[in-house]
């Protein structure tokens, strides 16, 4: 085995061990540096030379089925890591600056949904399992790498075994046998829109829609949930409040959500001081919904006021979410 083999090894046993969400590699100066995301953290693992820095993404790119020659060009591509019984996928993303040099970034999927998660208000889990037995529209915000998808998967492993679930993704995050999951494919004129189209022909009873992202998802989102089907999907909003705002941006109109959306999440993952991590949701339903706020609410601030004064979350911390 040789240098750079050695080396992508322990970087992704590393990374493993310490359940990075994403690997950066890119250069910095005269060295390429090679960076851990952990929840809102990234961190320094190691500094390279140009030389094998290059190597490292050569031998990423093949491994990944990527153009090794193409620098320039935006590209991506996906590989499984195995760790002794552990399999990871990940999802690798590539670009070059104007100066030729290459960056890439990794994004590590860990099946967590089969984990228990620590929720800062235990009783919201309770209160998720409620809210999805009311079909409609449930929407999700956060950040990316906020559990969003994790949470939506558990969701709907959680309902009747029996019930048929349907995923739509761009790409597939977490692997399901259960599911029946579809990964969006433009070139081939697989969109959003499309597949939402061919899966309300499959009958499912729970849609899990990667994102809504344009009018049409939108428009279809919608739709698949006034026919009567739980739809499980995310959206890009500061706050549960804000993601009403967006879909109206989107075109659909007041009267439609009122008929169809049942609640509105925001999730954040919140570092712990014994080092897991906690989740935290500011969860919106009924006439909550529909009040005009976009700002977080007051029980996510309390939640994160008990949280730091048993000494589960630093002060830091505390403030650092304390806006969402």
Known sequence: MDVVEVLVRELFEAAIRQHVSDIYIGRHGDMVWIQLRQVNTVSLWREISPTIGEQVLTYLKFQANMAVSERRRPQVGALDWQMGSQTVECRLSAVGDYAGSETL???????RTTTVSHYLRPEQSAELKRLVQRRGLFLFAGPTGSGKTTTMYRLARQLNVAAVVLSIEDPVEIREDLFTQLQVNP????????????????RPD???LGEIRDAETASAAINAALSGHLVLSTVHARSAGGTIARLLALGVTGEQLQQVLTAACYQRLIPMVNDEIGVLMDILSEQQ?????????????????????????????????WHG
């Open 187 to 202: 070139a081939a004129g697989m969109t959003y829109s499309a597949l939402i189209k061919v899966a309300l022909r499959q």
């Open 105 to 111: 970034v990794i994004r590590l999927i860990f099946d």
């Open 289 to 321: 919904l529909f009040a005009g706020t976009t700002v977080m609410t007051e029980g996510w601030r309390q939640a994160l006021g008990r949280a730091e004064k048993v000494g589960q979350i630093s002060a830091e911390t505390t403030k650092k979410f």
């Open 206 to 208: 729970v849609l899990i």
